[in-house]
Nanobody, 124 residues
C-alpha cells in the first residue's frame, strides 16, 4: 500500500536548522511531484513548497523562500526539506504529499497521498 513516512522533526532553537525526510513506498515515486505542507496549532494547513517529479523545478511559499530548500532522491524514493534560520513561527506539524502535479501546486486537493506528519518545534 502507499506510504509516506516523514522523519527528522524535533525541537530546535530559533536560528537553527532541521532536515526533514519523507520516505515513499507503494507507488512509482519518480512519476509524482512532491509537496510539503505544515499546520500550526489552531491554524489551517498551509503550503510550504513543492518539487517536480524530476527535481528540476521547485516552488516555495513566500514565508519560507530563501530559508527552506526541497530536494529529492528518486533512487531512494525520498524527498527532503532542509529548513534553515528557523523561527518560532515555523512551529507546526509538517506533512509531505505526493501528486501528479505541475509545480507550483499549492492546493492540498492537488495531492493524492499524504504522510502522517512530523512535529517541528522552534523554541528557546
Amino acid at each position: 500500500q502507499v506510504q509516506l513516512v516523514e522523519s527528522g522533526g524535533g525541537l530546535v532553537q530559533p536560528g537553527g536548522s532541521l532536515r526533514l525526510s519523507c520516505a515513499a513506498s507503494g507507488f512509482t515515486f519518480s512519476n509524482y511531484g512532491m509537496g510539503w505542507f505544515r499546520q500550526g496549532s489552531g491554524k489551517e494547513r498551509e503550503f510550504v513548497g513543492a518539487i517536480s517529479w524530476s527535481g528540476g523545478t521547485t516552488y516555495y511559499a513566500d514565508s519560507v523562500k530563501g530559508r527552506f530548500t526541497i530536494s529529492r532522491d528518486n533512487a531512494k524514493n525520498t524527498v527532503f526539506l532542509q529548513m534553515n534560520s528557523l523561527t518560532p513561527e515555523d512551529t507546526a506539524v509538517y506533512y509531505c504529499a505526493a501528486g501528479q502535479i505541475v509545480v507550483p501546486a499549492t492546493r492540498s486537493a492537488s495531492y493524492d497521498y499524504w504522510g502522517q506528519g512530523t512535529q517541528v518545534t522552534v523554541s528557546s
